[in-house]
């Protein structure tokens, strides 16, 4: 007995599939701005700077603050916050659109049944008498299995997984939003209220200050310009007590918002916080290539290059005709006679469909080819950014940390003045303008102080959201999914075209 040829020829078929993908293989370009030297060197403004290290940057960075409060807070806020549900939501959609590519191709299969009474056409026979009316039935199975010849389901497989990946790195984007809006809302609480309190002791000091004034004039050793004076220093004192009030309470309701409770489910230890938190140790900043590795948005822009150069194959292989392999079976007759051999019906043998490439084919192609091309400068505009923000929040954080040093000592300076100044003035050695200004100096230095460390606390935070760290704490935003980060990927093709994309022929 002989094979059928459409079966032997099979093999032969499935080894074709095997070996040929159209379109172009991905690989990032040699000249990408992550592959150039100066992102993979020391970062700038890291180097002899006593407030940082070289140390890589911990996965739960703001446990540095050493603080059991914050820790909770953050906590809370990765099982409640709404942005991260939100990021699970866009997860799993990208996971069931994955599937679906994945499911596309190979076997499929279906039965159908039916039942009707009919006058049937008797010329579409080439009988020239009339048929009689009959009941009839038709029922069936079919199987086929589509081949993958040309790679056009691999590319949409490659596409929706690059894709996926890109999903996953935006949801770690938006844990280290969430956990740093956490962090930077905290600290902005306990800054706001120690400013507050170190202007509450200001203005009690100030209002002591009056009041010695005053004694004196009754006692006829001052004047009433000189208790004016005074006066008009404690209203401009008690004029900034409501901006830290304020700023305190912004801060507990957007806390409040990223733990998605009201302000009055808030922890009491956050409302009895009244000292700027601190790291007493030098930040970790690792170094350039180290940074590009981490943070998710480098890593969610080449993962959309990956996915823009798996659509180009997916363009060109709408250019090449679809093959399948199919068979059916099945029943089809009068309905009385269902069953017996002359109603049996069957076929076997492949299906091909080929639409020719019209109607913009070939430009979907170059649509494709313009999106990769596109996707490869945004990658290029993000790692430039991540280096930019990075060095900047650098920057920053070391002329603040130095301002801050400074306001120190001038505030050591300052409070002794003023003490030597008014143990004069109660002597009747200095006036009292050199005690009021003494005093005026001393409580702006305070002021300075504070908000200069207060500051200082914002810059490490903000520090940390450019590192990029935070996002490996856990798992997925999904919880009963965890995907293992994708680094970014280095070039695999020795090629010296200026371009990453090698075109295939079929365009």
Known sequence: MKMPRALALTPFVLALAACFTVGPDYSLPKDAAVNAPYANAPLDGAQGQSTVSAGAVPTHWWRLYDDPVLDDLVQQAMASNTD???????????????????????????????FKRAQESAEQYLIFEKI???????????????????????????AAQADSDATQAAADLARISVVTDVVRAYVQNCSAA?????????????????????????????????????????????ANIPVYTARRKIAQYQLA????????????????????????????????????????????AERRLAASTARIGVATGALYPTVSIGASAGLTGVLEDLGTQPTARWGFGPLISWTFPVNGARGRIHEAQYGADAALAQFDGVVLKALRETQSSLATYSADYTRADAL????????????QTHRFFLAGRESFIADLDATRVLTSTNAQLSAAEGQVAIDQVNLFLALGGGWEMGSSPDPSVAVAPRPVSA??????????????SAD
Request: include cysteine; charge should be positive.
């Open 84 to 114: 991260l549900r939100v990021a699970a939501a866009n997860l799993g959609r990208s996971r069931a659109a994955l599937s679906v590519a994945q499911s596309q191709g190979g076997f499929s299969g279906g039965a159908s049944a039916a």
């Open 132 to 158: 009689p009316v009959a009941n009839e039935g038709d029922v069936g199975i079919n199987i086929s299995y589509e081949l993958d010849l040309f790679g056009t389901l691999r590319r949409g497989v490659e």
């Open 194 to 238: 120690e400013e507050l309190v170190i202007a509450q002791r200001s203005l009690a000091l100030q209002r002591q200050r009056v009041s010695v004034s005053r004694r004196l004039q009754q006692a006829g050793r001052g004047n009433a310009p000189d208790v004016t004076a005074g006066q008009t220093q404690v209203a401009t004192l008690s």
């Open 257 to 300: 918002a990223l733990l998605a409770r009201s302000p009055e489910d808030l922890p009491k230890a956050v409302y009895a916080c009244n000292k700027t938190p601190t790291i007493a140790q030098p930040l970790p900043v690792g170094d350039g290539a180290a940074l590009l590795r981490r943070r998710p948005d480098v890593r969610q």
């Open 408 to 419: 120190r000592a001038a505030q050591k300076s300052a409070a002794e003045s003023a003490d």
């Open 491 to 504: 070039p695999t093709s020795g090629s010296g075209t200026p371009h990453f994309i090698k075109y295939d």
